[in-house]
Structure formats: structure tokens, C-alpha cells
């Protein structure tokens, strides 16, 4: 099923504020782009920020070098939870940062308070794009 974010627009509007002008935040339907759009945008990206789902497989795109790794946070929600590992893998053959969080809700709609805006802020702020995914990654479950 699709999920959804309650107030999505708000919530993007305060993690921006929260985060300030250090990042850019851009909101993304991967699934109106084509193939080319989605890896261009997601090569360009250093962070990806989403619920659990199939958006969620161009992470594997995300910006990475010897001197930069990306990072994911991927939020779960309603019948999906942390025990589900598809992107975390996929953050690890990327070599890539993984965070997760969860929200409440059903499905097909995801709710959020300030909790949890604190929450992606420190989930987000908490990678170092200069330093190696790993062992030493933060286990928030």
C-alpha cells in the first residue's frame, strides 16, 4: 500500500527551518520520473529522507566516494516496521549511512509531531559524509 505523510508539506517545512540553510531540502515523487531523472537526482542528493517504500531503491544512487558517503533515513510507519532491512542493506552495498525512525499511524497515513521532526533533524544531522559507513553507525531501534 502507498503511505503517506499527514500535513507532508509541514512537516518538510519544519525539518528546513529546523536544519536551516546548511541543507536543501527537495521534495521528490519518484515514481512520476523517468529512469534517467530519478538516478540524475538521486546522484546529485546527499541525503534521502522517506517512508518505506519502492522510492526508497534509488538511495542505492546516492552521492558516494572515497571522500563522501550519503545517507539514508528511512521512516516506517503503519504495517511496516524496523525489522524490515531492504534499504539498510542496500545503504551497505552503497556504502552508504543508514538511520531510521519510526512514525505512528495507519498505512496510508503516517502522523508526526515535534518529536519527530526532532527526531529526522538528528537522524540527518547525525551523518558525517566524510566518515565511512559502519560498525560504528547509531542503532536508534
Known amino acids: 500500500p502507498k503511505q503517506s505523510i499527514a500535513k507532508e508539506g509541514e512537516l518538510v517545512r519544519q525539518v528546513q527551518a529546523a536544519l536551516g540553510s546548511q541543507y536543501n531540502i527537495t521534495t521528490v515523487i519518484f515514481g512520476s520520473l523517468s529512469t534517467a531523472d530519478s538516478v540524475k537526482i538521486a546522484s546529485r542528493s546527499q541525503v534521502m529522507v522517506g517512508v518505506h517504500g519502492a522510492g526508497l531503491v534509488w538511495s542505492g544512487f546516492l552521492r558516494s566516494s572515497q571522500e563522501q558517503h550519503g545517507g539514508i533515513v528511512e521512516m516506517f510507519g503503519g ?61 536508534y531501534a
Do not use: T
Request: without cysteine; aromatic residues 6%.
Open 79 to 139: 504495517d511496516r516496521s524496523p525489522v524490515n532491512r531492504h534499504y539498510h542493506n542496500i545503504a551497505s552495498l552503497a556504502d552508504i549511512h543508514y538511520r531510521s525512525l519510526s512514525l505512528r499511524g495507519s498505512a496510508k497515513s503516517l502522523v508526526w509531531d515535534q518529536s519527530k521532526v526532532d527526531e529526522i533533524v538528528s537522524r540527518i544531522r547525525s551523518i558525517h559524509f566524510d566518515q565511512e559507513p559502519g560498525e560504528s553507525e547509531p542503532n
